[in-house]
């Protein structure tokens, strides 16, 4: 499996982006990107939460999920826009055709980010950085938002690799990469490691990826069972689930995501 090329792309703040990039074609002066601004639900009934959130909102601690109100305590002249859901629809649409015209081998794994197969290709794309930042900048050309690419050879990579420094960025992390570039980072950002497994693992002094992947996995497995040998594979790096093709995308809304059928969206 190690001949595997697989790419994950990855919208930076997908619905604060296409907000920004509609508003701008629409006259608007302002670009929401560089100012504090999030995307969120109805504020007035402090239910609504956040759903993206600009690079600016960013330093002010305002984080994806927390509602609007906690968002509104921490910076008073925050931006907050009401989601428009058939428009994200119509980007995320955009954003897979020009994916399309690269490789066959594409799963929509959410309405903001693709994993692209590009295993076997390499006569048609000898170089894969180059074939990734031209993907970049035409997103960015034609369609007006940037996206991060992660590269690797299976998808548990591609995307911790896409979840590196942000935005409009394109980062590697290969097997032989692992070490260096994913052992240092905290053991929470693996991905399965939620907030139901995260105490555990600090109860056993795992605090980074590194010490997962390094500890007794006999130990791990007594007290964490399947889940641990699970999340010890992807400490490092061990992952073989294909590139799958699928019919349904995941909208990122208020309360449980909502599931669209590609087939049925325009």
Known sequence: MNDRLIFH?????????????????HGEKVDLREIPSVVGGDEESRHGIVLAKSVSAKKYNIKTGETLYEARQKCPEIVIVPPR????????NAF??????????????????????????????????????????????????TVNIGISNNKLLAKIASDFKKPDRVHTLFPWEIKEKMWPLPVEDLFMVGRATLPKLNKLNIFTIGDLAQYDLEILKSFLKSHGVLIWNYANGIDDSLVRKSNHIEMKGLGNSIKYSILDIG
Request: with cysteine; hydrophobic share 35%; aromatic share 18%.
């Open 96 to 145: 897979n055709e020009i994916l399309n015209e690269y490789t066959p081998k594409i799963q929509r794994f959410s309405i903001d980010e693709s994993f692209l197969d590009f295993t076997g290709m390499q006569n048609l794309y000898p170089d894969h950085m180059d074939i990734a930042f031209t993907i970049r900048e035409r997103i960015k050309r034609e369609l007006g938002f």
């Open 85 to 92: 859901y058939w428009l994200y629809i119509q980007c995320s």
């Open 9 to 25: 792309i990855d919208v930076n703040s997908a619905y604060l982006s296409w907000e920004a990039t509609y508003r701008k074609q």
